[in-house]
């Protein structure tokens, strides 16, 4: 087989592995909320990630620049066999991971696998060590604090507002070009009206017709998903990136080929990453949804903004942080406000444990692939 055949594929297969795992950490907070059920939150999650992957394709320079040269020395061979070793044992984990629920970082496997390749094919010392502590680890080490902070400081306020949302919804009415507040008891009043189309008309309402009215209902579950959606949509943008750079990791420059080639990769791994978040990211979203501890409507949502929000400002950065982490922690940190009796401590020690294991398995495991393939290529 073509060896470049042979990298498309297992970048496929790798942004497939990230997909069964990584659409979990939008998406379980609705499921653990009781928005929906597992495989509508699933198939949410999916369009969003794959929109998201999608569109990295135009924002993400700097990410790909990252993992495909930032961290090895200028002008160093990377001979295919690094590069194939790299992918085979970072996919293997990841699909491991997903095959028993752990909630791990793509991120982090990469880096492991990039790390341990690394060491056998050069002894390390192409490798530049102050790029992967400051690019890399110095993120990866950071962001659950960061996290686990940011939803603690952000969830009074959220759960303020649904309180006093609870009841009270406003109800967008297309026919009449109105927006209407509707209170607990029914009553209605007129906020905004146009005489004429053209003149935007934006609403957050839960149930018009409790109150006889027609018209658009957008309730506290909808800014729910739509956070989720916003949060997938991130993941998508942040996780690509790392992938598509798989592919430049041999090449003399990270600059591609042509615009039409840096479409088709991109494509290509935004699709692979939606078909494994179909098909495979199931067992993981159990895990969070279900296992950390359990959500409410004002929780979840906080959760997915501190989420979207952190990934996609380290994303601008070009700071690869995992979402895994990020999500997780916030997650937790949800939870803490609840008391620590009301996290999974075995759960969460199980999660912890898997993000210290990732990068030593996925070092070994390229290692492994980079023995094999070297003496088969």
């Avoid at 699909?95 to 002894?123: D, E, M, N, Q, Y």
């Avoid at 939803?151 to 609870?166: F, G, M, Q």
């Amino acid at each position: 087989m073509d060896i470049s055949l042979l990298a498309f594929i297992l970048v496929f297969a790798l942004a497939f592995a990230n997909g069964s795992n990584d659409v979990s950490k939008a998406i379980a907070t609705l499921v653990g909320s009781g928005v929906t059920d597992y495989r509508s939150a699933i198939a949410w999650g999916t369009i969003w990630t794959v929109v998201g992957a999608a569109s990295a394709t135009f924002v993400a320079g700097a990410m790909v620049k990252t993992f495909s040269h930032g961290l090895v020395q200028t002008g160093t061979i990377i001979e295919p066999a690094a590069t194939l070793a790299v992918l085979t044992g970072a996919m293997a984990w990841v699909l491991f991971a997903s095959r028993t629920g752990l909630p791990v970082s793509t991120t982090h496997t990469l880096t492991g696998a990039i790390v341990g390749t690394g060491f056998v094919a050069f002894a390390g010392e192409e490798l530049i060590w102050s790029a992967i502590g400051n690019k890399i680890a110095l993120p990866l080490l950071l962001s659950p604090f960061f996290a686990l902070t940011l939803s603690l400081l952000i969830h009074p306020a959220v759960r303020s507002l649904a309180r006093r949302w609870e009841g009270s919804c406003l109800c967008v009415m297309p026919a009449s070009r109105a927006l209407v507040a509707i209170d607990p008891r029914g009553g209605t009043r007129a906020l905004f009206q146009t005489s004429h189309f053209g003149q935007p008309v934006l609403a957050v309402p839960t149930q018009c017709d409790r109150a006889g009215l027609q018209g658009l209902v957008v309730g506290l579950d909808t800014i729910h998903w739509l956070s989720s959606g916003l949060a997938s949509f991130a993941r998508g943008t942040n996780d690509a990136p790392k992938i598509v750079a798989m592919l430049l990791l041999g090449s003399a420059t990270a600059a591609w080929p042509s615009t039409s080639s840096q479409l088709a990769a991109f494509g290509g791994v935004a699709l692979a990453m939606g078909l494994g978040s179909y098909f495979g990211g199931l067992r993981v979203t159990e895990v969070l949804a279900e296992k950390v501890t359990r959500m409410d409507h004002a929780e979840g949502l906080s959760a997915n903004l501190t989420t979207s929000s952190l990934v996609l400002l380290s994303g601008s950065l070009g700071l690869p942080v995992s979402t895994t982490h990020v999500s997780s922690s916030a997650i937790i940190g949800i939870g803490l406000l609840k008391g620590l009796n009301n996290v999974r401590w075995t759960t969460v020690r199980d999660m912890v444990l898997a993000w210290i294991v990732t990068l030593p398995a996925s070092a070994l495991l390229a290692c492994l692939a980079y023995l094999i393939l070297s003496n088969v290529l």
